[in-house]
């Protein structure tokens, strides 16, 4: 294993200062629990980012608890714009991960540290109007999603939590898997993957218009979303025609140990054009995916499996389609409300050999205070060793 740099140490010592001086004030209580008076453990499920069962319906109602709650919460901030000020709730997130590769390339240091800030601010503006955004500072500024949601339409006639309509730059696997419940930055190899010129990816945020809902807040919840595809690449992407649609229902709902079985869907086209000498050429990729997932929540064990199947009709513009399957395993463990450890695992298998990947990763994290933890873990690629990498983080937020 190669030495690290000097530089790399230093980096290192600053982030593990980070650490120690932050660990304290990391006990300060984050934004929508400043907000709600409440623990962070109310919506997190014993440690943060994963939320528990309140949590989800905390923001699937737009950052909003029940009527009578938030009533008094409204009304202690008073009320028009200063009372909006006094409950705004934003939040700054940090991260700090130090990366070691199995084998440096040639002319390249054998490990480096990265440091990724957030802001993120979001709420409800007044009753069942809500928005949301993330923004990074630093290193590079960066508007990674900002929304408005309009929550419980038609709510005397069809029931609260029916219809929410939210528009702007999304995740559509918000409600399947969100991604601020990841606690270690694993392989993203199911949910990445790039066919040819058509750089759409299923985790990338999208701009649109998306209705979901759980009818009377039951068991059953649905997403149907139109949007303009992947905003980044410089592709125009026949705007606010692609489509996207999952359904699922959780048996055993609001208890202890939920399990939620859905399936889902994409419809979409990319206009591609690659310019050569003096010619341009422009082609269309017509593609979807389908599949489905499943989440079981055990208490202090969390199990959840995701699958799909995806053809795209011309990515490379040589008149042939490409098609792949995604699977992506997931299990993590509260071994003690301060230890938490985590195993997962991505496979990709195509009819183009370069699009085959099988990676996992494992992982231990240790809360350092109920909005701060830190993590050690190796991230082993199958197909090839060189690719591994061992990988120690720092994750707060305040």
């Known amino acids: ?37 409440m623990a962070c453990t109310a919506c997190h499920q014993g440690h943060f980012p994963q939320l528990n069962a309140l949590g989800r319906l905390y923001r699937e109602n737009g950052y909003q608890l029940p009527d009578g709650a938030e009533a008094v919460l409204r009304s202690k901030a008073g009320a028009g714009i200063e009372g909006f000020l006094a409950s705004v709730p934003l939040s700054a997130r940090g991260q700090v991960y130090g990366l070691v590769p199995a084998s440096a390339d040639e002319g390249k240091p054998p490990a480096a540290v990265s440091v990724m800030s957030y802001v993120m601010g979001g709420g409800s503006i007044v009753k069942d109007v809500s928005y949301f955004f993330s923004w990074t500072p630093f290193p590079t500024p960066m508007l990674h999603h900002a929304r408005v949601g309009v929550h419980n339409l038609f709510a005397d006639a069809i029931g609260a939590g029916s219809l929410n309509v939210r528009a702007g730059s999304f995740f559509l696997t918000d409600f399947q898997r969100p991604g601020h419940r990841q606690l270690f930055a694993a392989p993203a190899t199911a949910t990445a993957v790039k066919v040819g010129k058509n750089t759409f990816d299923l985790e990338d945020s999208n701009l649109g218009v998306e209705l979901y809902g759980r009818p009377l807040w039951g068991p059953l919840h649905y997403e149907l979303a ?43 086209r990319s206009d591609i054009t690659t310019t050569t000498a003096d010619l341009i050429f422009a082609q269309r990729d017509d593609f979807w995916l389908g599949g489905g997932d499943a989440e079981l929540d055990l208490g202090p064990v969390n199990l959840f499996a995701m699958g799909y199947a995806s053809q795209h009709g011309d990515p490379n513009l040589d008149g042939t389609p490409v098609l792949f399957g995604a699977l992506r395993t997931e299990a993590l463990w509260t071994v003690t409300p301060s230890w938490v450890a985590g195993l997962r695992y991505d496979l990709v298998v195509a009819d183009e050999p370069s699009l085959n990947a099988q990676q996992a990763s494992v992982h231990l994290s240790y809360l350092l205070a109920p909005n701060a933890l830190v993590s050690v873990g190796w991230r082993h690629d199958v197909q090839d060793l060189t690719a591994s990498s061992a990988l120690a983080a720092f994750d707060g937020a305040f």
């Not at 410089?234 to 939920?258: C, I, M, P, Q, V």
């Open 226 to 268: 139109l949007v303009a595809g992947d905003m980044g690449g410089g592709l125009e992407r026949d705007n606010w025609k692609d489509l996207f649609a999952r359904g699922s229902y959780t048996l055993f709902h609001n208890t202890d140990h939920e399990l939620a079985l859905g399936a889902f869907g994409y419809l979409g």
């Open 1 to 37: 294993m190669h030495r690290v740099s000097n530089g790399l140490a230093q980096a290192i010592a600053v982030g593990v200062l980070v650490v120690v001086c932050c660990s304290q004030a990391a006990l300060a209580i984050p934004a929508f629990a400043r907000r709600t008076e």
